[in-house]
């Protein structure tokens, strides 16, 4: 059995529009709300914090509808043609009111940027569960730890492309100085690419042909199922496999909790606690995520020979010690070092080993009638975390000591370990058997 690379690397078309998007929303939004419109930090963090909110009902549920809806040309291509349509125009209308407010301010003008930004998030809440989903659709369950680590590595190519055009577009050489700064031309090219990004994936992807080719190669194999069809058109997980379900979703949570923490925290804490500039701490990070960025391919194919629980498990217990390290590193010295660097490559590594095969693990227990459902639940452990945790670690921060950022990191990670050994479903090699051979045409 071979995996589809070409097929799969446009079905990420999605998530590299969704990974810039976000790019973009989290680096221009809180600038516009803090200089062009004055809000102090608690009330931008607030609305910033929406998008989380937002999501914990929204995931699930367009998700959800997703996996019940049955058009000529799929399930999930309706809900992420819309989103993105949508998403596309109203992106556009922030910067509009941005620039009109600059030159003459006016209540009803941020009452209509709250307004289209609120509009904006459910637009994207429309289209990713589905996006997310499309993946695990079109995709045999042995093979979407594969197939998620080109996603992942998608998503992070949508992330760079934005930092690459902003970089060129804004350079400190020609906004230093300016009381105000045009973002239009960068929301119309991140659009763009969103734009062409969901296109090319509606030309070349024809969902409902290769969803059919999975089903019937799913068919075919019984025992990947985990899930029973009691009869009634509706699928019924065996107890089991809930309890794996739940304590997996547990540890989605625990580990969302920890990395969350410290990537929201961890310019302030150098600034507090080593004295450091936001360059030092943001090449910590840009470290961590470029590690990330070259395991992602190889960690589906080490999931795919040893199992996906295992590698987790290893990431697990790497990340708990890289944050251990992080603790003892930044409490013995004032200046970000190479060893600190080695760290955060480390850190990037572990995450990946985490991050690529979560998400299969928790779609592997589902039949593909309820995979946008359980992309949702995923997405609820998830972001559910990440509204919590910067407010418990900052607090905690604020009462206790800046120094227990990385304590606190390294022990919610390490409760996810524990969590896992509870999860005895999900998990899925492949087995090379005699007659696959027949199935080595889906790379075609």
């Not at 379900?245 to 580990?255: D, G, K, T, V, Y």
């Amino acid at each position: 059995m071979k995996l589809n690379n070409r097929q799969t690397f446009i079905v990420g078309l999605a998530f590299l529009s969704i990974c810039a998007f976000w790019q973009l929303y989290d680096s221009i939004i809180p600038l516009i709300l803090t200089t062009t419109f004055k809000m102090n930090e608690t009330i931008s963090g607030a609305i910033m914090a929406i998008d989380n909110v937002l999501a914990l009902f929204l995931l699930p549920l367009f998700g959800s509808l997703s996996d019940k809806t049955d058009t000529r040309i799929g399930k999930r291509m309706p809900f992420i043609l819309f989103g993105t349509g949508c998403a596309v125009i109203l992106m556009n209308l922030l910067p509009l009111l941005d620039n009109s407010y600059f030159h003459n301010p006016s209540p009803f003008k941020i009452v209509s940027f709250i307004i289209v930004l609120g509009l904006l998030l459910i637009a994207m809440g429309v289209y990713r569960s589905p996006a997310v989903a499309l993946m695990p659709d079109v995709t045999p369950k042995p093979l979407r730890s594969k197939a998620n680590a080109i996603i992942n590595l998608m998503g992070a190519v949508g992330g760079i492309i934005y930092l690459a055009i902003a970089a060129i577009m804004y350079p400190n050489a020609k906004t230093a100085g300016l009381a105000h700064i045009n973002y239009q031309p960068l929301f119309l090219v991140v659009a763009a690419i969103m734009f062409i990004s969901v296109g090319l994936l509606f030309i070349f992807i024809n969902e409902p042909k290769l969803v059919e080719k999975n089903k019937e190669l799913e068919h075919q194999h019984p025992e990947w199922n985990l899930a029973e069809d009691d009869g009634s058109g509706t699928e019924k997980l065996p107890k089991e496999v809930q309890r794996s379900l739940l304590f997996l979703l547990a540890s989605i949570a625990l580990w969302f909790t920890g990395y969350n923490a410290v990537t929201t925290w961890f310019t302030t804490y150098v600034n507090v606690v080593m004295g450091q500039g936001l360059g030092g701490a943001s090449t910590c990070l840009l470290i961590a995520t470029a590690g990330a960025i070259v395991s992602y391919i190889p960690v589906g194919s080490l999931a795919s020979k040893f199992g996906r629980k295992k590698i987790i498990s290893f990431g697990i217990i790497l990340l708990s010690t890289c944050f251990g390290l992080g603790f003892i590193l930044t409490s013995l010295s004032k200046t970000i070092t190479v060893p600190m660097f080695i760290a955060f490559a480390l850190v990037g590594f572990a995450w990946a080993c985490i991050n690529v095969n979560s998400l299969p693990m928790v779609v592997e227990m589902c039949k593909g009638s309820d995979i946008g459902k359980f992309t949702g639940y995923y997405y609820t452990a998830s972001m559910s975390a990440q509204i919590i945790t910067p407010i418990l670690a900052g607090t905690l921060m604020r009462l206790i000591d800046y120094k227990i950022l990385f304590i606190y990191a390294a022990i919610f990670v390490l409760l996810s370990f524990v969590t896992m050994t509870q999860v005895k479903h999900g998990d899925q090699k492949i087995e090379v058997k005699k007659g696959l051979a027949a199935f080595e045409d889906m790379d075609d």
